[in-house]
């Protein structure tokens, strides 16, 4: 089924599980990854950036997630990540996104709260689910840069009270674009925030936290799991590789196939974790 965020981390909550948000960075990567999460018995959420989105096709994107949710029994949600643009998330949720996340970790805490709640206002009148940030996760993604400010619990509680968002994105250690080296999560920060907020809280610079911390995250209220880097990278090399060393004549999808596999290998080994197993 094609759905919303709001709908899959409710039973991940309920059976105490993590989702994997994955981000798409073509379109030869979206049947690959959706494939990979029926392999896994398991719902996934689809991310794009607008950079993503406007370099396919809103449309496009919504109309293949839509397909093969269909075709293949997969819950899937298509989720705009870290936009800072109303207008922009406007756009994707009248072309058929079913979740958003409007970013304004940057502005005052204030400004957020007000910000945020025009958003949730506008999707939520359309059955659309909202995430929003608090604090700021390091590093960069998408042309975002941004140096870390942990969450704070009492300020995170009082953010969720006024804005009704439906999902949390915490800073608790990760970063994003991390790749070569492994976070030191928060732990404690993570409890805390656990303790004091009552909805699903999110990862992300999912690909450098350590998947012996994973089981931690999953047990103390982490209901999404970005993960972006690890595909970006993996994928990437292998097309370096095939294309290097294939001739120009060649079928192109003798060198995409091995990278779309590659999607598919990390998109499940994260899934296993994720499941809690």
Known sequence: MYTSLNKVLKSAARFNYTVGAFNMHNLEMLPAMILAAKKQGAPII????????????HEVIVSVCRSLADSQSVDVVLHLDHCTKFSEIKKAIDLGYLSVMFDGSSLSFQENILRTKEVVAYASARGVSVEAELGTISGSEDGISAEKAYT?????????????????????????????????????????????????????GGTGVKEEDIKFCVDHGIRKFNVGTELLVGWTKK???????????????????????????????????????
């Open 152 to 204: 704070d619990p009492e300020k995170a509680k009082i953010f969720v009270e006024e804005t009704k968002i439906d999902a949390l994105a915490v800073s608790v250690g990760t970063c994003h674009g991390s790749y070569k080296a492994k976070t030191e999560l928060n732990f404690e920060l993570i409890k805390k925030l656990h303790e004091t907020v009552d909805i699903p809280l999110v990862i992300h």
């Open 46 to 57: 689809i991310q794009t950036s607008v950079g993503t989105a406007e370099y396919i096709g």
């Open 239 to 277: 097309a370096t590789e095939m294309f290097n060393n294939t001739k120009e004549n060649s079928s192109l999808r003798n060198n995409i196939v091995p990278c779309n596999e590659l999607v598919s290998e990390v998109v499940c080994r994260k899934i296993k974790l994720f499941l809690n197993n």
